[in-house]
């Protein structure tokens, strides 16, 4: 092999990772505007509701974050990393993050449940297990009840769901005529 061939297969697979690697930092400048962009726009729509502060700032940074994992698999795609392994690996890193949540998972769909479904309200005074007190907030994790001796107490969504409650309050279901 020629010097000069070898400086031309050289400079050739020079050229060639130049251009991956300005397309990659292209696609990095992009995803980092796009994720920029969605979570401002969640964060313009947040603000017309009631959620809490803290749940939309989460929700943001998950969106943020999401934008920028589809950007590093198109990322890795370039680069010619495997996508089916890209996927696997994801794919087997949330059953093991599913797996280490799974209470805090089960106590914020059971708080999606009552948010929905309402067996009681603001203000009712509420047993579950030997816990009496009135509901101050339903929240998305816990439910917070304070009793008659003033302590506060959060109690978790998925004991709720699934444990008898009884509504002590005195409140008369309205009967539409």
């Given at each position: 092999?020629t010097?000069?061939?070898?400086?031309?297969?050289t400079?050739?697979?020079v050229?060639a990772?130049?251009i991956?690697?300005?397309?990659g930092?292209?696609?990095?400048?992009?995803?980092?505007?796009v994720?920029?962009?969605?979570?401002?726009?969640?964060d313009?729509?947040a603000?017309?509701?009631?959620a809490?502060?803290?749940a939309?700032l989460?929700a943001?940074?998950?969106?943020?974050g999401?934008?920028?994992v589809l950007?590093?698999?198109?990322?890795l795609s370039l680069?010619g990393v495997?996508?089916?392994?890209?996927?696997a690996?994801?794919?087997?890193?949330?059953?093991?993050l599913g797996?280490?949540?799974?209470?805090?998972l089960?106590?914020?769909?059971a708080?999606?449940y009552?948010?929905?479904?309402?067996?009681?309200?603001?203000?009712d005074?509420?047993?579950?297990?030997e816990?009496?007190?009135?509901?101050?907030?339903?929240?998305?994790?816990?439910t917070t009840?304070?009793?008659?001796?003033?302590v506060?107490?959060?109690?978790?969504?998925?004991?709720?769901?699934s444990?008898v409650?009884?509504n002590r309050s005195?409140?008369?279901?309205?009967q539409t005529?």
């Open positions: 092999m010097w000069e061939v070898v400086a031309a297969t400079g050739r697979l050229e990772w130049t991956r690697v300005l397309i930092l292209a696609i990095a400048i992009v995803t980092w505007q994720a920029k962009w969605a979570r401002a726009s969640f313009r729509a603000l017309r509701t009631r809490d502060a803290n939309r989460l943001g940074r998950l969106i943020y999401a934008v920028w950007g590093l698999v198109w990322l680069v495997d996508q089916a392994g890209i996927l690996t994801f794919g087997a890193f949330g059953l093991a797996l280490a949540v799974q209470d805090i089960k106590s914020f769909f708080g999606l009552l948010l929905f479904e309402r067996p009681f309200l603001l203000g005074e509420i047993q579950v297990k816990h009496v007190g009135r509901v101050e907030e339903v929240g998305f994790r816990a009840i304070r009793t008659e001796d003033n506060l107490i959060a109690v978790p969504n998925a004991i709720i769901f444990e409650v009884s005195s409140r008369v279901p309205t005529p």
